[in-house]
């Protein structure tokens, strides 16, 4: 082992100018522990300090300018207030006023006349001559004379580190501290030769030195690109080992009959004709659940693409071969829904369909866990309330994950702890995830995709209107009621202040009621600080059309499924993010009906809701949503990446470095299916360098 592998884990508090308190400080603040995360703590920009200009040939138009000479003269001028420090400083070329209106005391007393010093700043006019205020000062030496040799890096700093001296210069003083003490031999490679070749990457060690010291912004580039590969490429490696371990490792259970419960449901009890996508995806997982190996798979299908129902096959087929299936929505509406549809597609086979939630309580309950138990009840459906420990199957076979989104990574490795020999996975989700993203968060996942849908349902009409149209908006819904359709009007929920949102939506309750009012009208109101039977009463009347048009907040996002609804209005739709609005949106265009999605805003809206307001009008494809969405809002804040861990890049961003993040995949695949377990001499560096590295577990809770 070199000596490298051990100053770079040292505490940070023993490198020089640190310290027991600033060590805890940066910790606390930056999250900065070891070496390590000091020589990976990058610049964010760099301030070309090289460059050397003459006072005579300043214009003002500089932004940042780098001048050297001699305080010819300083003095304190001005009244109280205005009281301030002019420092004349001369090159041979000219004069300039240096000027500090705080802490000029200080400054008085530091600076020297007569004396030499590299200057950087600012240029600012006063009374139409170029000054400077502000400026750094640094004394003339052999180093300084000619400039600096180096870009000067600037690094990411708190308040509280500059009050204990940690400006992000002197966070740059420390790093060169580091290097100073790293030799570049000392840094492993850990990228293989033909790759750095390929991509005409810089070696690992030039990198880290480069990045922070730069002799130009060319270098700078060339060492984030080499270590922006590295990060994309690693998290490549890990996730394709990850998948090839899974598939080798993982037992699963083989469904080889396609049975008379699938068969009998599919010819004499199927609703409507599959679509060419459902039918793909079914022959997907079917395949899947024949090879022995546990399947894993994330099924990603725009609102209203029929997941349902391939998620009802999927569980006979396991049904047909001797086990019992689950299905778990991640709300108590969504479940009950789930329920009550696919107890209705079955009331004819011998299929015996139960609901968990935590609701059902006592002797239903009870009734419930010895049918699971037992093995009498084959398909049992739910929310959360699966995942209790008290809850046993006989012999689950398959785990359907509705919704996926909502719940986090280690609530579904729950799931197939159930088993021994754990049962196969389907992940629905009805947020599209942008290929890139599904390549680094579900990267060990198979993906399969519902890109059509059924037929005969026309594109919702989206459209922006403002305050000043909400007249013309109810009277659209009137019309729309009065053709016998429904409307859901949707206010935004803000967790953070629940009682906010509560007075929000009752006001527009009250408001709604003004325009529609009861006897003509009856309206639903649903929220999610409403005990579940009320809630429950209320979705049921909107459901059979006893009320016309439902006022809620957001939990009707997910699953509702009412044909006949035909308008969506979404109240402050500055407010949403736009994968919610495309949720929301999703409820409507579900029956053969033109329906409409309306959204509502302020009469000035900024530009970011400009943007996504924008995106909704134009689009109804999903998957473009999605892309845009990443665009505005950055990979960070997706759904479900947070918790992932997976997306622990510090330099590259999926977005903009989709490309390079393609190149990483392809070229972790290829070593990969070459040398599975990194035995070539080749990749000695490569696998080397993950033997090192510790092991992150939560990666492999995902399969
Ligand atoms: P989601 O993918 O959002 O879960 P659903 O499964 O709820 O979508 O399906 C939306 C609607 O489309 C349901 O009313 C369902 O019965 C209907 N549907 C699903 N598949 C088809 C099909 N192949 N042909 C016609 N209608 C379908
Ligand atoms: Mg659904």
Redesign the pocket.
Same mark, same amino acid.
């Given at each position: 082992m070199s000596l490298i592998s051990s100053i770079l884990s040292n505490p940070i508090e023993y490198l020089k100018g640190v310290g027991p308190q600033r060590g805890e400080l940066l910790r606390k603040e930056i999250n900065l522990h070891s070496f390590r995360d000091l020589l990976e703590y990058y610049p964010f920009r760099y301030v070309d300090r090289t460059k050397v200009d003459k006072i005579r040939h300043l214009s003002g138009m500089e932004d940042f300018v780098q001048i050297r000479g001699r305080i010819v003269h300083m003095e304190v001028v001005g009244e109280k207030r205005g009281k301030r420090l002019v420092a004349t400083l001369q090159d041979e070329t000219g004069k300039i006023d240096l000027v500090w209106f705080q802490g000029w005391q200080w400054m008085q007393k530091s600076l020297r006349e007569n004396t030499g010093y590299l200057v950087f700043g600012r240029l600012s006019q006063f009374n139409g001559i170029l000054q400077m205020a502000h400026p750094e000062m640094d004394l003339l030496t052999g180093e300084t004379a000619t400039g600096k040799q180096h870009l000067e890096p600037v690094y990411y700093t708190t308040e509280k580190l500059k009050a204990r001296g940690l400006t992000a210069k002197a966070i740059g003083k420390l790093t060169r501290n580091l290097l100073e003490q790293l030799q570049l031999a000392e840094i492993r490679e850990n990228i293989p030769a033909p790759v750095l070749q390929q991509f005409r990457l810089m070696p690992r060690a030039q990198a880290f030195f480069k990045i922070h010291l730069p002799a130009t912004e060319e270098e700078a580039k060339q060492a984030q690109r080499r270590l922006k590969f590295e990060e994309l490429f690693l998290a490549q490696i890990r996730i394709c080992r990850l998948k090839i371990r899974r598939h080798k490792a993982s037992h699963g259970f083989v469904f080889n009959a396609v049975g008379n419960v699938f068969n009998s449901f599919y010819n004499d009890h199927l609703?409507? #004709?599959? /679509?060419g996508a459902?039918k793909r995806v079914l022959k997907e997982i079917r395949k899947d659940t024949t090879t022995g190996r546990q399947m894993n798979r994330l099924l990603q299908?725009d609102?209203?693409?029929?997941? /349902?129902?391939v998620a009802l096959l999927t569980l006979l087929m396991a049904i047909d071969n001797g086990f019992q299936g689950c299905l778990m929505a991640p709300t108590e509406i969504l479940a009950q829904q789930h329920f009550k549809g696919i107890s209705e597609l079955l009331k004819d086979m011998p299929v015996k369909v139960a609901l968990l939630t935590g609701n059902i309580k006592g002797k239903a309950r009870k009734e419930i866990l010895t049918g699971t138990a037992d093995g009498s009840i084959h398909i049992l459906i739910g929310t959360h309330a699966l995942l209790e420990k008290e809850v046993q199957f006989h012999h689950l076979g398959m785990a359907i994950v509705d919704e996926q989104h909502r719940f986090g990574v280690a609530q579904r490795a729950r799931l197939w702890e159930k088993n021994s020999t754990p049962p196969h996975i389907l992940v629905m989700t009805?947020t599209p995830i942008p290929r890139t993203l599904a390549m680094t968060v579900y990267g060990d996942l198979d993906v399969s995709v519902i890109d059509e849908m059924?037929?005969g349902r026309k594109p919702i009409t989206t459209v922006h209107r403002t305050e000043y149209q909400r007249p013309q908006v109810m009277d659209f819904i009137k019309e729309e009621i009065r053709k016998g359709r429904q409307a859901y009007i949707v206010y935004p929920l803000i967790e953070e202040s629940a009682n906010m949102d509560y007075e929000n939506l009752t006001k527009g309750y009250e408001e709604v009621k003004a325009f529609f009012p009861e006897p003509k009208y009856w309206i639903s109101m649903v929220h999610g600080r409403q005990p579940s039977e009320q809630r429950e009463v209320n979705m049921q009347r909107f459901i059979t059309n006893d009320t016309q048009i439902m006022v809620a907040t957001t939990v009707i996002e997910v699953?509702v499924?009412v #044909?006949n609804a035909s308008v969506m209005v979404i109240e402050s739709t500055e407010r949403f993010g736009l994968s919610q609005l495309h949720q929301l949106r999703?409820r409507v265009g579900?029956g053969a009906e033109q329906s409409y999605c309306i959204l509502m805003t302020g009469n000035k809206i900024g530009k970011d809701s400009q943007e996504r307001v924008k995106v909704m009008v134009q689009t109804n494809n999903g998957f473009v949503i999605s892309e845009k969405d990443m665009e505005l809002r950055g990979p960070g804040d997706i759904e479900g990446t947070r918790q992932s861990g997976l997306l622990d890049l510090k330099l590259a961003d999926i977005v903009q470095d989709r490309a390079m993040l393609q190149a990483a995949r392809d070229s972790a695949e290829t070593i990969l299916e070459a040398d599975p377990d990194l035995e070539l001499p080749e990749n000695k560096p490569l696998h080397d360098f993950l033997a090192t590295q510790r092991s992150k577990s939560a990666w492999s809770k995902i399969s």
């Amino acid at each position: 082992m070199s000596l490298i592998s051990s100053i770079l884990s040292n505490p940070i508090e023993y490198l020089k100018g640190v310290g027991p308190q600033r060590g805890e400080l940066l910790r606390k603040e930056i999250n900065l522990h070891s070496f390590r995360d000091l020589l990976e703590y990058y610049p964010f920009r760099y301030v070309d300090r090289t460059k050397v200009d003459k006072i005579r040939h300043l214009s003002g138009m500089e932004d940042f300018v780098q001048i050297r000479g001699r305080i010819v003269h300083m003095e304190v001028v001005g009244e109280k207030r205005g009281k301030r420090l002019v420092a004349t400083l001369q090159d041979e070329t000219g004069k300039i006023d240096l000027v500090w209106f705080q802490g000029w005391q200080w400054m008085q007393k530091s600076l020297r006349e007569n004396t030499g010093y590299l200057v950087f700043g600012r240029l600012s006019q006063f009374n139409g001559i170029l000054q400077m205020a502000h400026p750094e000062m640094d004394l003339l030496t052999g180093e300084t004379a000619t400039g600096k040799q180096h870009l000067e890096p600037v690094y990411y700093t708190t308040e509280k580190l500059k009050a204990r001296g940690l400006t992000a210069k002197a966070i740059g003083k420390l790093t060169r501290n580091l290097l100073e003490q790293l030799q570049l031999a000392e840094i492993r490679e850990n990228i293989p030769a033909p790759v750095l070749q390929q991509f005409r990457l810089m070696p690992r060690a030039q990198a880290f030195f480069k990045i922070h010291l730069p002799a130009t912004e060319e270098e700078a580039k060339q060492a984030q690109r080499r270590l922006k590969f590295e990060e994309l490429f690693l998290a490549q490696i890990r996730i394709c080992r990850l998948k090839i371990r899974r598939h080798k490792a993982s037992h699963g259970f083989v469904f080889n009959a396609v049975g008379n419960v699938f068969n009998s449901f599919y010819n004499d009890h199927l609703p409507f #004709p599959l /679509t060419g996508a459902q039918k793909r995806v079914l022959k997907e997982i079917r395949k899947d659940t024949t090879t022995g190996r546990q399947m894993n798979r994330l099924l990603q299908g725009d609102v209203g693409s029929g997941k /349902t129902m391939v998620a009802l096959l999927t569980l006979l087929m396991a049904i047909d071969n001797g086990f019992q299936g689950c299905l778990m929505a991640p709300t108590e509406i969504l479940a009950q829904q789930h329920f009550k549809g696919i107890s209705e597609l079955l009331k004819d086979m011998p299929v015996k369909v139960a609901l968990l939630t935590g609701n059902i309580k006592g002797k239903a309950r009870k009734e419930i866990l010895t049918g699971t138990a037992d093995g009498s009840i084959h398909i049992l459906i739910g929310t959360h309330a699966l995942l209790e420990k008290e809850v046993q199957f006989h012999h689950l076979g398959m785990a359907i994950v509705d919704e996926q989104h909502r719940f986090g990574v280690a609530q579904r490795a729950r799931l197939w702890e159930k088993n021994s020999t754990p049962p196969h996975i389907l992940v629905m989700t009805a947020t599209p995830i942008p290929r890139t993203l599904a390549m680094t968060v579900y990267g060990d996942l198979d993906v399969s995709v519902i890109d059509e849908m059924p037929p005969g349902r026309k594109p919702i009409t989206t459209v922006h209107r403002t305050e000043y149209q909400r007249p013309q908006v109810m009277d659209f819904i009137k019309e729309e009621i009065r053709k016998g359709r429904q409307a859901y009007i949707v206010y935004p929920l803000i967790e953070e202040s629940a009682n906010m949102d509560y007075e929000n939506l009752t006001k527009g309750y009250e408001e709604v009621k003004a325009f529609f009012p009861e006897p003509k009208y009856w309206i639903s109101m649903v929220h999610g600080r409403q005990p579940s039977e009320q809630r429950e009463v209320n979705m049921q009347r909107f459901i059979t059309n006893d009320t016309q048009i439902m006022v809620a907040t957001t939990v009707i996002e997910v699953g509702v499924n009412v #044909p006949n609804a035909s308008v969506m209005v979404i109240e402050s739709t500055e407010r949403f993010g736009l994968s919610q609005l495309h949720q929301l949106r999703g409820r409507v265009g579900r029956g053969a009906e033109q329906s409409y999605c309306i959204l509502m805003t302020g009469n000035k809206i900024g530009k970011d809701s400009q943007e996504r307001v924008k995106v909704m009008v134009q689009t109804n494809n999903g998957f473009v949503i999605s892309e845009k969405d990443m665009e505005l809002r950055g990979p960070g804040d997706i759904e479900g990446t947070r918790q992932s861990g997976l997306l622990d890049l510090k330099l590259a961003d999926i977005v903009q470095d989709r490309a390079m993040l393609q190149a990483a995949r392809d070229s972790a695949e290829t070593i990969l299916e070459a040398d599975p377990d990194l035995e070539l001499p080749e990749n000695k560096p490569l696998h080397d360098f993950l033997a090192t590295q510790r092991s992150k577990s939560a990666w492999s809770k995902i399969s």
